[in-house]
Each structure stands twice: as C-alpha cells, then as structure tokens.
C-alpha cells in the first residue's frame, strides 16, 4: 500500500493555483519571466498570447518534458503528476525564491511549500536532525540545503527536480551558474585595466541599444569616470 500526502499554503501575492492538462496534473506557485520569448518557443503549441504561467509551464512540459525546465525562468516551486509515466516531477527554481519540502519513508511520499505541515503525516518520526542542529548552534546556518530541523524531511535545493516513480525517489540538478576560472594576469594594475576594459564595452553596448550609434551621444562614459585616478 502506497500513501501520497500533498499539501499547498497560500500567502500574500498571487494564489497558490492547482492546473491541469489531458496528460499533467500539477499543484504550485509560479511567476515566470521571459514569457514572450518562451511564448516564441512554444508557437506551434496553441499557446495563446494571454497564456498564463501555469499554461504556459503545462505547453513547455507537453513539448519538453522535463527538459523544459532549461528554457523557463522565473520564481517557481511545482510537483507534477504525469498520468502516462505514473510519476512525480517536482522542480524549485534556479534562484531558490519558493520553497519546496519532501519526504519520502516506507509507503508515504509526501511535499509541501512549508515546512510547518508537514510533521503532521503520522507516518513519519518526528524526530530532530542531529547534523542539522549541530550545523546550526555551530555555524549559524545549515553546511547541507537538503537538511531540515527534522530527520525526515527534506529541502529541494534551488535548481533542482526530484523524479518519484516505482516508490523510487530520485534528485539531480537542472541549472547551475558556469563559473569561469580564475582570471589570472602578471601585474596588479594589468587588473585594473582589464575591468575598465570591460566597463567600457558594456557602456557601447548599452548606448548602442538605446540610440542605435556605437557611442549613443555618450562617448567615453567609462574612461571619463576614471580620469585623473
């Protein structure tokens, strides 16, 4: 026997919203951004222009699956049912801005936006995470995101997606920031120059896209704030 506990909590800003498809039932919060580019992306998908988030996540899942997930941005925390693949796919934004609670013991898988209800479900313990707390009388914070003050439930981390099917859970990274190496030059003021440098291109880009000229009336923006220092 297998028991599934959901739970949503609504809060100021827009309402918590349940969506749905043929294929998808989906229980979440989301804001996204760059909807008109995603909207471009998703035109032979009948995504009308008044599409909402929640529409327009349910067309990006129907063409992507979770793929989708690399061409949304946005504050966003989901768990979808796929009734076809009989599994759960729950996702946390990249910046982490929505919160997202799992837990998953013996015949119970169970998620939540808060923490607070999900020790109610009386399969599980209870009990405190002694990692957890030591972390934080230690530290001040917790080293480990997937942690929470209890042993059994768990934090998504930001730019995650957990998969739950066959009573099998499983959690793996669908963004993360590239970090360059190091920059590493000879001499403290080949730094300096290489910054303004920079400063110097972003201010040409800016100006070209908002007169259409290279300079856009602002010629030497960058330079100028540096003379005589």
């Known amino acids: 026997m297998f028991c599934l506990y959901a739970h949503w909590t609504c809060s100021a800003g827009p309402a918590t919203t349940g969506f749905f498809s043929q294929q998808v039932l989906a229980l979440g919060r989301l804001a996204l951004d760059g909807r008109d580019g995603l909207q471009q992306q998703l ?3 009948n995504c009308p222009p008044e599409s909402t988030s929640e529409d327009l996540l349910l067309q990006a899942w129907a063409k992507w699956g979770p793929a989708c997930l690399q061409n949304i941005i946005g504050d966003f925390s989901f768990a979808l049912w796929d009734s076809v693949e009989k599994t759960w796919w729950c996702a946390r934004d990249f910046i982490g801005a929505r919160p997202f609670f799992y837990a998953h013991v013996p015949g119970v898988f169970c998620f939540s936006n808060t923490l607070q209800i999900l020790p109610r ?3 599980l313990s209870g009990q405190l995470d002694e990692t957890f707390l030591g972390d934080f009388l230690t530290h001040g914070w917790n080293l480990d995101l997937e942690r929470t003050v209890y042993r059994d439930i768990h934090r998504l981390p930001s730019g ?3 998969k739950f099917s066959n009573n099998a859970l499983t959690v793996r990274r669908f963004r993360k920031l590239p970090i360059e190496e190091p920059h590493h030059l000879g001499r403290p ?12 291109l972003t201010d040409m880009t800016n100006s070209r896209g908002k007169s259409g000229s290279p300079d856009g009336g602002k010629k030497g923006v960058g330079t100028k704030r540096y003379t005589g220092k």
């Open 43 to 45: 035109s032979g998908q």
């Open 189 to 200: 003021e080949e730094y300096l120059q290489t910054y303004l440098d920079l400063l110097n």
């Open 121 to 123: 479900v009386p399969e």
């Open 160 to 162: 995650h997606l957990l």
